[in-house]
């Protein structure tokens, strides 16, 4: 495998995703790399690493690592980048079909906007953790939502370390911090993988949307309001569908052997 390696820049609503194209020539990177390339001070700085491959059975295949080098199931706004990307290379054309590690998603493209389908497992769970009336969902990772009236000021890096390891969630959770608004809803993430809270998420958009329509009653399509920007949320077709922006920031070269090792 080469030393020197092509790579994109995307961001989604804030997430922000190191993006390679490996069609012709098979990609691997170890866990350490990955932390490597993510690193903010020494590598490229993101919130993941996506690598765009061909797959039998959809247009590509999505394979998602976290920044802290786990591989990750599914990422919403990582899906979204890597569509548009795919777009960008000529591997796709506006709508089509891409398969991650938890199934075969659907996409379509509208000028800067993309919309993936998300596959949601199982239905919202009633949780009394950390307090009573949250809501426990898996939208191709886990999510645990807690409600807020004040979500701007919830100290929320100390609350998603205590739930990611928390006995309740055995596989670790992504935590969300949902405050009910007039027209939409203002959330905040800590993403597992990451280990902090991100500007946006993506599944966790689908997460405190699903939320929101059955707790607060909020009519599909549902805005979401991130740090990083604003996601929306729609059921249609018995399909949940994320949409929101994703944007080449810049591209470049790496050399693997001038990343900075701890």
Not at 146 to 171: F, I, Y
Not at 220 to 245: C, M, S
Request: glycine share 10%.
């Amino acid at each position: 495998m080469n030393e020197t390696f092509e790579f994109y820049k995307y961001v989604g609503a804030g997430n922000d995703f190191i993006i390679f194209e490996s069609w012709d020539e098979e990609l691997e990177f170890s866990p350490e790399q990955i932390v490597d390339l993510c690193d903010r001070r020494f590598g490229i700085g993101a919130d993941g690493v996506l690598i765009l491959t061909p797959d039998s059975s959809a247009d590509f295949k999505m394979m998602y690592y976290n920044a802290d080098g786990s591989r990750g199931e599914m990422c919403g706004n990582g899906a979204r980048c890597l569509v548009s990307f795919a777009n960008h290379m000529q591997r796709v054309k506006t709508s089509g079909t891409f398969s991650a590690d938890d199934g075969i998603h659907q996409f379509k493209i509208q000028d800067d906007l993309v919309d993936v389908e998300i596959i949601v497992n199982g239905e919202l769970l009633d949780w009394d953790i950390p307090k009573r009336g949250c809501g426990f969902i898996d939208t191709g990772v886990p999510h645990l939502i807690v409600p807020s009236v004040d979500s701007e000021t919830e100290n929320l890096d100390p609350l998603g370390r205590e739930m990611n390891s928390h006995e309740a969630h055995p596989q670790g959770t992504n935590v969300n911090i949902v405050e009910k608004l007039s027209k939409f809803v203002r959330v905040r993430t800590w993403e597992r993988g990451v280990n902090m809270e991100t500007l946006a998420c993506g599944t966790g958009a689908a997460a405190s949307a699903i939320f929101a329509h059955l707790k607060w009653g909020f009519e599909w399509p549902i805005k979401l309001a991130f740090p990083g920007g604003d996601l929306e949320v729609d059921h249609r077709g018995n399909q949940y569908w994320l949409n929101g922006p994703a944007q080449l920031v810049f591209k470049g070269h790496l050399s693997l052997s001038k990343l900075h090792r701890k």
